[in-house]
Structure formats: structure tokens, C-alpha cells
């Protein structure tokens, strides 16, 4: 898989610390650890968008102290790939509890802002008790400037990157590191 990358952007341990700095950010927000029972009944749910953020969720959800429940959201393109000529269509899959939660949406990058407003949709409208967002990683300058996200990772240039869960045609989700794939193989 080295060969394949053309430079590390982020490496395990800077993301490692980084994770370790957003779950105190996250749980501040959301209690302080030992009274994190208190909101029992509206309590909080992490939503990861599959398949991406799943290694960044797997090691958000151990520096959370916070009573939580998980549920997932899968969203596809279809039929087949989106083209110019064709109006860009998604299913989304949700499974888990998000009525009456305070829900937190895991993704794993954010680029053109596309996706992630379709999934906050499909949450407000399942009626949370609140809606906050967590995007590990965040293309400078891509995004909507309307588009909310309550906690950000890293700030990164406009490249494509795989690891960490960030695939290329589904491979080098287990990169352990994040890097630049070598252009000449994704063409
Ligand atoms: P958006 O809708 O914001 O343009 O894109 C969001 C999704 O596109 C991400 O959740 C991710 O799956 C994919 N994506 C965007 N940029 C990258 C990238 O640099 N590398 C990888 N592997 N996926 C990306
Ligand atoms: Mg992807």
C-alpha cells in the first residue's frame, strides 16, 4: 500500500491526538463525564455516514465518556454513477434511534458539501431532540459557507486522500495513516 501513496498528509499519531482533543471538544458539549446519565431519556446517539467515517467513529466513540447509542446511515448514488446529464439521485438507508436523541452525524470528510446536508434532512425531519455534526477531515474553501458543522478535524487542501476509512474504489480503508494517492492510479 506505501508505494501506492505519494505523500502522508496526516499521520496515525497526529490523527490519534487530534481524535483524542475532539472527543473532550464533543463531550463538553454533551455532559460532563460521570453525570452523563442525567439526559437518560433524550440520550445521545452518534450516526456515522457508512462506510467512511467507520474508523474514525470506531476511535471517536473510546474518548467519549458519554452514554451514547450508535445508529447508521448508508446514502447511495443511483442507478449506477450520477452524470452531468443526469440529476443527481441518492437513496438513504437509516437504521437506528434518532427520534427524541441528541443526534451527532460522523463523517468522515467534508468536500463539495453534497451529501451531508441530504443526511441532516433525513434526521430533522425523524424529529431529534438536537442535531450537531462532526466531520473528521474538511476541504478549505469547498463547502457552502451556510453549510453547519459543529466540530472539524483538520482543515485540508483541496486533495483527493485515502485512509483511515477513506477509500479509493473501496480500497485503503485500513491505511493506517492519511495520504495523497499517486494520481496515475486513479485514472
Ligand atoms: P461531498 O458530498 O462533501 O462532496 O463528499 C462527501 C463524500 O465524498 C465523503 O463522505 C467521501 O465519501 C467522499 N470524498 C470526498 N472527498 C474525498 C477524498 O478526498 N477522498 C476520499 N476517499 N473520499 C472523498
Ligand atoms: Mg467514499
Known amino acids: 500500500m506505501d508505494a501506492d501513496i505519494e505523500r502522508v498528509l496526516l499521520d496515525r499519531e ?9 472527543g473532550r471538544e464533543i463531550a463538553q458539549v454533551y455532559g460532563n463525564p460521570g453525570e452523563n446519565r442525567l439526559d437518560a431519556r433524550a ?10 467515517s467507520i474508523i474514525f467513529l470506531a476511535d471517536l466513540i473510546r474518548e467519549l465518556p458519554l452514554m451514547m447509542k450508535l445508529a447508521f446511515v448508508h446514502i447511495s448514488s443511483y442507478p449506477g454513477r450520477s452524470t452531468q446529464s443526469q440529476p443527481h439521485r441518492t ?18 470528510i ?26 473528521l477531515l ?6 457552502a459557507a451556510e453549510l453547519k458543522v459543529d466540530f472539524v ?10 485512509g483511515y476509512g477513506l477509500d479509493f474504489d473501496d480500497l485503503y480503508r485500513n ?6 494517492l499517486r494520481a496515475e492510479l486513479m485514472s
Open 138 to 143: 474538511r476541504k478549505r474553501g469547498k463547502a
Open 14 to 22: 497526529t490523527i490519534r491526538r487530534r481524535v483524542q482533543e475532539m
Open 91 to 108: 437513496l438513504l438507508e437509516l437504521t437506528g434511534d434518532v427520534a427524541g436523541r441528541h443526534v451527532l452525524i460522523v463523517d468522515d
Open 175 to 180: 491505511y493506517p495513516h492519511i495520504g495523497v
Open 153 to 162: 478535524g483538520f482543515e485540508i487542501d483541496d486533495l483527493f486522500v485515502v
Open 110 to 135: 467534508l468536500d463539495s458539501g453534497r451529501t451531508l446536508p441530504i443526511v441532516q434532512d433525513a434526521v430533522q425531519q425523524r424529529g431529534p431532540a438536537s442535531l450537531r455534526t462532526c466531520v
Open 43 to 52: 440520550g445521545v446517539t452518534l450516526l456515522p455516514i457508512l462506510s467512511g
